[in-house]
Every structure is written in structure tokens, then in C-alpha cells.
């Protein structure tokens, strides 16, 4: 049984008010449900976010590090490693059934998910229908720490393959900085020249970092 102190009730602030209104200790208060001998969970959950340094640095721990620490465990960390898949397959069928264009935060959270705890620069390519509603997407290319070599002519082949309209692309930073750099403008801009000749429209490059995003098409460069 979950049994609250004067400190809080975040399971009662959730059901009252949603759970975007819960602190990210709160939340985690919520999901460890018990703290350890003589320390409350909220108290617990303050405690891991510090020690892990956020939420992201818990939720990407490998399980060694996790378990680790005094009162994790594997139980844990599979029922953690499975709230963050289910979160992503969610994402999935949301963005399955909405348009890009008129909901670009749940395609931008979908590519976090995907990319954001990636150690290495990973190239996606979503393709879409002429309604806008993505079809599928594929990891293109993959790179280094620092760099990925991207082949327009093949997102154009793999476009004409799946018959879109469209394509968003996205890569990651694994340095965790999403500032695009000069190559990734010039590779947008060839992909751009090679998709128009056929008519596939770039309707966005979103760079991933870690707890931040740049969008071109919010910058104005598409």
C-alpha cells in the first residue's frame, strides 16, 4: 500500500489536476511507489534524480549503474525500461494517425524517443503520404560519435519506393548540443534538391538532443 506523509500527495495531484502539473520527483515517487527504510519516497525519488544527475540520466542508466544503487533493482529497472517502450509505441500510433503538420510536437517527442539516448549519430527518414500522415520510418544511415554520411539519391529511392509525398528527416547529437552544424545544412539542402525533382517535399530536419530539439522549419530554413 502507497501511503503519502504531509509532503505530498502526487497520485491525488495527478488524478485532480493531469500528470504534466507532477514534478519529475513526483512522477517518480509515483513509479517507485515505496522509498527505503527511513526515507520517504518523495525524499528517495529527490535522491536518485541528484545522484543520476535527471531524469534522463536515470531513465538512461544501463542496468549495472542502476542496480547499483541502494534500493533499485532489476525488478526496477525492467518495469522502468518498459513505461519508456511503452511511451515510444504510444507515440507511434499517435503519430500514425495524426497529421505532422498540424501536430509537429508529437512527431518531434517520437523522434526524442528514438534518438535521444543513441551513442552514436543516427540518420531517420520519416515518409508520409499526401495527407501528411506518416507512413513509416527508417534509420537511413548510421555514423560515428560526431558524424554520419548521408546519401540523398537513397531517401529518394527508399520515397519512391513507399510512394510519399513527403519526407521529414532527423538525426541525433550524441554530444547532447542539437545546434545543427553547417554540414547538416548543407546535407538538408542537397537532400532538399534531390527530392524536389521528383516533387517529395522536405517538410522539416529536426536535430536531437539531449533535452532540447532544433527544428528547421522552425528556424525558417525550409
Keep these: 500500500?502507497?501511503?503519502?506523509?504531509?509532503?505530498?500527495?502526487?497520485?491525488?495531484?495527478?488524478?485532480?489536476?493531469?500528470?504534466?502539473?507532477?514534478?519529475d520527483d513526483e512522477l517518480l515517487a509515483i513509479f517507485l511507489r515505496t522509498g527505503v527504510p527511513g526515507i520517504h519516497v518523495l525524499d528517495f525519488a529527490r535522491q536518485l534524480l541528484k545522484e543520476f544527475g535527471s531524469l534522463y540520466g536515470l531513465m538512461s542508466a544501463d542496468y549495472v549503474r542502476f542496480c547499483d544503487v541502494r534500493g533499485l533493482g532489476l525488478a526496477k529497472y525492467s518495469q522502468l525500461q518498459a513505461s519508456v517502450e511503452l511511451s515510444r509505441r504510444f507515440l507511434g500510433h499517435q503519430l500514425?494517425?495524426?497529421?505532422?503538420?498540424?501536430?509537429?510536437?508529437?512527431?518531434?517527442?517520437?523522434l526524442q524517443s528514438l534518438l535521444t539516448?543513441?551513442?552514436?549519430?543516427?540518420?531517420?527518414?520519416?515518409?508520409?503520404n499526401n495527407q501528411n500522415r506518416?507512413?513509416?520510418?527508417?534509420?537511413?544511415?548510421?555514423?560515428?560519435?560526431?558524424?554520419?554520411?548521408?546519401?540523398?539519391?537513397?531517401?529518394?529511392r527508399e520515397a519512391l519506393k513507399s510512394n510519399a509525398a513527403a519526407v521529414i528527416l532527423a538525426h541525433n547529437h550524441p554530444s547532447g548540443m542539437a545546434e545543427p552544424s553547417q554540414a547538416d545544412r548543407y546535407v538538408t539542402e542537397k537532400v532538399r534538391e534531390a527530392c524536389s525533382l521528383l516533387d517529395i517535399q522536405v517538410l522539416d530536419h529536426i536535430v536531437i538532443g539531449r533535452g532540447e530539439y532544433v527544428s528547421f522549419a522552425e528556424r525558417g530554413w525550409i
Design 134 to 156: 506518416v507512413l513509416y520510418h527508417k534509420e537511413m544511415f548510421t555514423g560515428t560519435l560526431n558524424s554520419v554520411e548521408v546519401h540523398p539519391r537513397e531517401i529518394v
Design 1 to 23: 500500500m502507497m501511503v503519502w506523509s504531509a509532503q505530498g500527495a502526487p497520485r491525488e495531484k495527478l488524478l485532480q489536476n493531469g500528470a504534466a502539473s507532477l514534478s
Design 96 to 110: 500514425a494517425k495524426e497529421c505532422s503538420i498540424n501536430n509537429p510536437q508529437i512527431t518531434r517527442r517520437y
Design 117 to 128: 539516448q543513441r551513442d552514436r549519430e543516427i540518420f531517420i527518414v520519416m515518409f508520409l
